[in-house]
C-alpha cells in the first residue's frame, strides 16, 4: 500500500493521544535557561546576542508603545523558528505546516493590533481605509477594496507559513522517493538527484527561519500602523 505523500501533514496520534502538544512544548524545553552566575555561558551569550539585535532591528521603527509587544513578538519569532527547524529532522512532525496552528497565531494578534488603533487613534486607523487625494467618485470602491484586504491580512499570514513550509517538505519527500527509486536503475542520476536533494535541504532550512522572520516582522508592520 503506497502511502500518499500528504500523510506526513496528518497530525500524528499515539494511543489516542495527539502529540501536536508534545511538538508544540518541545522547543521550550530546548532554550537554555538563565543562570545566577555573572557570566553566562556560549549559548546564553549567543541567544541573549540574537534576541538583544532581533528587538531592535524589528522595533526601532516602532514607537514607544509598540515597544509593549517585544517580548511577545520575539518569543513567536523563536518558537516558530524552533518548530520550522524541528520539523526537518526526519521521523518529525511540523506543527506549522497545519494552517488552523498558523491562523491561531496571526488572527489574534492581527486583531490585537487592529484594536489598539482604534482604541488609541481611530480617526488614523480608519484614514488608512482612504488614501489622501482620492477622487470622490472612486471613494466607496476604495473603502471596500481597503477594507478586504484589511480582513485578508491574517489569512495572508497563515496561508504564506503554511504554503511555503508544506511546498518545501513536499519537495524533499519528491526528490528523496527519486532518488531511492534510480539508486538501483541509474546511480550517477540518483548521485546527482541526492546532491540537489542535499542543496534543497539547505535551501529549505533558510526558508524556515526567513518564514518565522517574516510572520513577526508583517505583524510588526501593522502594528507600526496603529501605534
Known amino acids: 500500500m503506497t502511502l500518499s505523500f500528504f500523510d506526513q501533514f496528518m497530525s500524528p496520534t499515539y494511543l489516542g493521544i495527539p502529540l501536536i502538544v508534545l511538538?508544540?512544548?518541545?522547543?521550550?524545553?530546548?532554550?537554555?535557561?538563565?543562570?545566577?552566575?555573572?557570566?553566562?555561558?556560549?549559548?546564553?551569550?549567543?541567544q541573549g546576542w540574537f534576541m538583544n539585535h532581533?528587538?531592535?532591528?524589528?522595533?526601532?521603527?516602532?514607537?514607544l508603545g509598540g515597544h509593549k509587544w517585544a517580548a511577545l513578538l520575539t518569543s513567536l519569532m523563536l518558537f516558530l523558528i524552533t518548530l520550522n527547524m524541528?520539523?526537518?529532522?526526519?521521523?518529525?512532525f511540523t506543527p506549522t505546516t497545519q494552517l488552523s496552528l498558523n491562523m491561531a497565531f496571526?488572527?489574534?494578534?492581527?486583531?490585537?493590533?487592529?484594536?489598539i488603533g482604534m482604541r488609541n487613534q481611530p480617526t488614523h486607523a480608519l484614514g488608512h481605509l482612504l488614501p489622501?487625494?482620492?477622487?470622490?467618485?472612486?471613494?466607496?470602491?476604495?473603502?471596500?477594496?481597503?477594507?478586504?484586504?484589511?480582513?485578508?491580512?491574517?489569512?495572508?499570514?497563515g496561508v504564506r507559513l503554511t504554503a511555503n513550509l508544506t511546498a518545501?517538505?513536499?519537495?524533499?519527500?519528491?526528490?528523496?522517493?527519486?532518488?531511492?527509486?534510480?539508486?538501483?536503475?541509474?546511480?550517477?542520476?540518483?548521485?546527482?538527484?541526492a546532491t540537489l536533494l542535499l542543496l534543497l535541504t539547505l535551501l529549505e532550512v533558510?526558508?524556515?527561519?526567513?518564514?518565522?522572520?517574516v510572520f513577526v516582522l508583517l505583524l510588526s508592520l501593522y502594528l507600526q500602523e496603529n501605534v
Open 23 to 46: 511538538a508544540l512544548s518541545l522547543p521550550w524545553v530546548l532554550f537554555p535557561k538563565p543562570s545566577a552566575r555573572w557570566l553566562n555561558n556560549r549559548l546564553l551569550t549567543l
Open 54 to 63: 532581533f528587538t531592535q532591528q524589528i522595533f526601532q521603527p516602532l514607537s
Open 86 to 92: 524541528l520539523g526537518l529532522l526526519p521521523y518529525t
Open 106 to 115: 496571526a488572527v489574534p494578534l492581527w486583531l490585537a493590533t487592529v484594536i
Open 132 to 157: 489622501e487625494g482620492t477622487p470622490t467618485l472612486l471613494i466607496p470602491i476604495l473603502v471596500i477594496i481597503e477594507t478586504i484586504s484589511l480582513f485578508i491580512r491574517p489569512l495572508a499570514l
Open 168 to 193: 518545501g517538505h513536499l519537495l524533499i519527500q519528491l526528490i528523496a522517493t527519486a532518488a531511492f527509486v534510480l539508486l538501483p536503475l541509474m546511480p550517477t542520476v540518483a548521485l546527482l538527484t
Open 206 to 213: 533558510a526558508v524556515a527561519m526567513i518564514q518565522a522572520y
